[in-house]
Every structure is written in structure tokens, then in C-alpha cells.
């Protein structure tokens, strides 16, 4: 009876028996405003296993471990890259315009600890982990498409000359999270002497084209003065793509200065059209005493969420 016991137990643990095939890609519901296309996969069925896995408190790690094992060693690499972990803000896991959660809370509980980083508290996460591997696992459709597409489309590569999967869940080199953190941090950080050296010492964790990458930019500076003589400054940068990749032609990069911690650190970066960024840079909308708020999910203390804030806001760097 014991040897049935263990044998029972031992069963239940094994990954097989979380390797049941799945549909993917799923046929959209109608009205849905995505449909998920062969790109989609495996991500998005492995996110509904999952996602059942985490409505009945069960483990997830055995799921990842039958479909996604790859991605296991990424997050465990990641675990030690703590410099990386540093360089990164906080995110709403809640999508407004498309009015749902992004991201399943126990899917991102998951990646947190094996990445060894708080969990999700209330709606807020690690945006760095969220915006990469927690996207992966997003089955919220939005006009926009699934949240997963920046990865799992060749567009960033392409547009920048990288090497293909270089930005992408599946790295020859590298990890997704630790590639997205050196790409984004090396366009956006190298102004600020704190990030800049969390930046050297995580960049030993990314693919060798990442470690150094430099491009021009234009950035929007939008800058408000808080109680206490807190400034903060939400950044946007938007590097051009050296040739349109799918329909997008430059790569955005969204970073928040804080003077309460003295340092800038990333929220997110995905790639966007260039009708999005004549829009965002519209000389009517700059100078002073223009309204500014927190963009693509970023919460920061004191500015998510506080109210009309009016500051700055101006363009640095602008193409003649």
C-alpha cells in the first residue's frame, strides 16, 4: 500500500501529466478585438493552462516544465542578475483602455519568485518582469493586439539590425528579461550615473550586440514638482527603426527619473508607428504648465493616479 501511495504521488508531481495538448491558436470570441495567430504559440496556450492551474491554487511550475522548460533556466538566470532587477519601476497590471487585468496575478506571483522578486502587491508588479515574461502569458485582446507581439514578432530585431531572437523569448544568448533590460537601458539610462553603473554590472547576463548598444534619439521630457522638492521626470524615448518592420518605425522606450531615489529606471518598451510619434510630440502639446500623467501602466508614487499635474514638457534631440 505505501509503494501504491508513492507511486500515486509521484504521479501527480510528474510533468507528464501537465503535458496535455492544448489549442493554440484559440478561435477568437466573437467581437474580440485579437485574434492569435501561430506567433501566438505556444505562449498563449500555456497561459491558459496555467491560468486554470492558478484559479485552483495549484502549481504552476510543473506547466512550465512540460511545455516551456527554456523558460525556467531564463527566469533562474535571472534570479542572479540583481543589478538588472534594480532598473526597473513599477506596473499596473490593469489595462485601461481595454478594460481588464493583463496578466493572470497568480502567473505573475510565479515568475516573481522564481526571479527572486517581491510579488505582485494589489495590481502593482516589477514592470521589467511583467512587460517581458508576464506579457508572454497576457490573453487579454486589445486593439492593439495581444501584449506578447513585441516579443514574439521579429519588428524590434528587424527595425534595429539586431540578430534574430535577440529581443525575443528565446534567446541564442542572453535571457528575454536581461536582453529588454540592456537594449531599453542602454538607450535610456546612460544620462543617469546610478543606472548607468546597474547597467555595466547587468550587462555580464546579456547577449554580446546588447551590452553597448547606442542610437539616436528623441526623447519627451515631462517634468513635475512635487512636495518636499521631489522632481520627477517621465521620459519617452523614441529610436528610429532603420527600415519600417511591420508596420512599426521606431522602438519606444518609457523611463522615469525620481529624485527620491536619485536614480532613472525603466517601465516599458515596444515598438510603435510613426503617425504615434508625430502625435506624441506635437508642438502644441509642449512648454510649460502642460498636463502631464504616468503612460503604459507605470504607477510612481505621488503621480500615478494624484490628480491634475501640470509641469514641462519639451523634446530633446529631435531629428532637423
Known sequence: MNLLKIAVCLFLLSPALYAAPFEC??????GAAAAEQAEDCPWAGVARLLREKADKNEQLGPVFTAHIPALLAQLDRDRGNSAALKLWGESINYDELAGGVIVHPGILRFIASRAGTPGPRDRLMHAGLEHTYGYLFSLLPTNFG?????WVRPDI????????????PSPSEGTLFSNI??????IALRDDAAASALLDAAAAHCAAPLKSFSVRKTRLSETVELAGGRRVVLRTDFVPFTKPAGGNAYLLVYSVYDSAPQQAYLISAFPVASGFVQNALKPAGLGPNK?????????????TGAGKLFGKREVSGRDK
Open 25 to 30: 491558436p484559440q478561435k477568437p470570441a466573437p
Open 146 to 150: 495581444f501584449k506578447r507581439a513585441r
Open 157 to 168: 530585431e528587424s527595425g534595429l539590425n539586431l540578430q534574430r531572437g535577440s529581443a525575443g
Open 181 to 186: 533590460t540592456c537594449l531599453a537601458g542602454n
Open 291 to 303: 498636463p502631464v500623467q504616468t503612460r503604459y501602466n507605470a504607477f510612481v508614487e505621488g503621480v
